[in-house]
């Protein structure tokens, strides 16, 4: 080996370690690929004060929403991967590429252009109602739905969405046609429940739970397999005898493709600890999320489960971004 060779051998052994030692040397920027007041947003925001501590740097969150996650989450996949700029995203990002227009690329792979770092959290996900519509649960709304058929509709967050998903699962299991109507983000969709222009919608429950203590919105069922400790008092819809209606809602911390793993493996000792404080895990609960945690590779296998599950889903019930 020459001279410049043996050279540029000494100058990597060195700079790696250095550069992870003194991580973060500025500030860390999560983005959230949704409008501010979703339930990512608040989790996000919530880990960034924790995280500023510990790290002994500034941390802040910003929100680029658009494409079902997928504008934001581009940004931070062109990010330098220095841990600088990181992604923390709920799964829809998992789901976006299957529902984009046909002969359309998506402008990332959501999968390989994304290093794991955690699963901080998961959002309980549940079915809402105006009260005016008068069910106070879903085999109500199913009664209602088959006495008018094509009358009612419920919100989501957007074509393609977890929560598009969900609402099309219930029109299946129950044999109703409940219209969907597509918004810009949840906050409008639950706005627009609030105020009766639509009767229905589907919502990790951090977003819809202090509507459903004041009583402007009636809770009908969680969509998920089980109950959720979140709210054990809840009943899910398949045990109210609607099959297969069940989604899952979770955050993902990501960073980009390259970031060092040393870096990664900081950031998810950093997450873990945060999450286990005991005033952070009570704040989760109170708005009915939960904690995970967990490691790099458990949040890679998940974000691969759910980029499966899903698709063969999106394909089945023929659900499109259009």
């Known amino acids: 080996m ?10 990597a052994l060195l700079s790696g370690p250095a550069v992870a030692a003194d991580y973060p040397a500025r500030t860390v920027t999560i983005v959230v690929p949704f409008p501010a007041g979703a339930g990512v947003d608040v989790t996000a925001r919530l880990l960034a004060e924790r995280l500023a501590k510990q790290l002994g740097q500034s941390v802040v969150v910003e929100n680029r929403p ?71 649960d879903a085999r109500q709304l199913a009664d209602l739905a088959r006495k008018e058929p094509g009358k009612l509709t419920y919100g989501s967050s957007g074509n393609g969405s977890v929560l598009q998903i969900a ?25 627009n429940v609030l105020g009766g222009y639509v009767n229905v919608t589907f919502s990790g429950i951090g977003a819809v739970k202090g509507h459903i203590q004041s009583g402007a919105l009636v809770a009908l069922a969680t969509v998920e397999e089980k109950r959720s400790a979140g709210v054990p008092q809840l009943a899910t819809a398949i045990e109210q005898g609607f099959p297969d209606v069940a989604v899952d809602g979770w955050y993902a911390l990501l960073a980009p493709k390259g970031t060092p793993a040393d870096i990664v493996n900081r950031l998810n000792k950093e997450v873990n600890t945060a999450m286990n404080m005991p005033d952070v895990r009570e704040r989760l609960m109170a708005v009915g999320d939960l904690v995970l945690g967990g490691t790099p590779e458990d949040a890679g296998k998940r974000m691969q489960h759910d980029y499966d599950r899903y698709g063969a889903i999106v394909r089945r019930l023929k659900i499109t971004s259009d």
């Open 2 to 11: 020459n001279l410049a060779a043996c050279f540029a051998v000494a100058v």
């Open 167 to 191: 609402g099309e699962l219930f029109n299946q299991a129950a044999h109703v046609e409940i219209r969907h109507i597509p918004y810009r983000g949840i906050i409008p969709a639950i706005d």
């Open 66 to 136: 658009g494409a079902s996650g997928l504008v934001g989450a581009a940004s931070v996949a062109r990010a330098a991967p220095d841990g600088l700029t990181l992604l923390m995203t709920p799964n829809t990002l998992f789901i976006a590429p299957h529902v984009m227009p046909a002969g359309t690329k998506p402008p990332i792979d959501v999968i390989n252009d994304f290093t794991p770092v955690v699963m901080p959290s998961q959002t309980t996900m549940v079915m809402v109602a105006n009260p005016g519509l008068g069910v106070t």
